[in-house]
């Protein structure tokens, strides 16, 4: 296999995996972002999607 092919694969699988993230159904344009915008790593996007998941949340209970 080439590496283009195992490039394209691992950014496959990268984007999957921040794009089926519970919080990315909250946050669609955030996941969005971060998956085709940034080189966040999976695990740096669903920190961040968490943490604005739980900001959004309790910004919602304040109102």
């Known amino acids: ?11 496959m699988r990268r984007l999957t995996a921040i794009l ?3 919080e990315a159904k909250q946050l669609p344009k ?6 085709f915008d940034t080189d966040s790593s999976v695990f ?3 920190r961040i999607l968490k943490a604005a998941v739980k ?8 109102d």
Request: charged share 40%; aromatic share 0%; net charge positive.
């Open 55 to 62: 900001d959004l949340t309790a910004q919602t209970r304040k």
């Open 20 to 22: 089926k993230t519970p």
């Open 30 to 35: 955030l996941a969005d972002h971060l998956a």
């Open 44 to 46: 740096q996007a669903k």
């Open 1 to 11: 296999m080439t590496e283009l092919k195992i490039d394209r694969k691992a950014e």
